[in-house]
């Protein structure tokens, strides 16, 4: 059974920073892994994503602001978020991508199968 369980939001100041973390169990780490948001006046969409071997993909919105990592050892996907700006506001949500799943690009929720509950991030 595939658990995703996602920690670290909080509420922060524009200019701060965030890490999330998103804890893997039921199998292990080294799978491709994405970071997804939803807010109220938008869809969810992609804003990380990273393969088994550690080459990642940003949103524009967040390139040179987030970096997502794993700890394979751990079995635990981070995402660092600086220079937060309140439209980063909504909840986040790591999903994983077991081989055999249906490609539509990193940073579509359709390559995606298991997700976790998410963790809110509130920016002001």
């Known amino acids: 059974h595939v658990q995703l369980v996602e920690s670290g939001g909080g509420s922060v100041q524009a200019g701060g920073s965030l890490r999330l973390s998103c804890v893997a169990s039921?199998?292990?780490?080294?799978?491709?892994m994405g970071w997804f948001r939803r807010s109220p006046r938008k869809a969810r969409e992609g804003v990380a994503f990273?393969?088994?071997?550690?080459?990642?993909v940003y949103a524009d919105s967040v390139k040179g602001r987030f970096s997502a990592s794993k700890d394979n050892a751990e079995n635990i996907l981070y995402l660092q978020m600086n220079s937060l700006k309140p439209e980063d506001t909504g909840m986040y949500h790591c999903?994983?991508?077991?081989?055999?799943?249906?490609?539509?690009?990193?940073?579509?929720?359709?390559?995606?199968?298991?997700w976790g509950q998410g963790t809110q991030v509130t920016v002001s």
């Open positions: 039921g199998y292990t780490l080294p799978m491709n």
């Open positions: 999903a994983s991508r077991p081989y055999g799943v249906g490609w539509y690009g990193g940073l579509d929720e359709r390559s995606f199968q298991d």
């Open positions: 990273i393969t088994d071997n550690g080459s990642t």
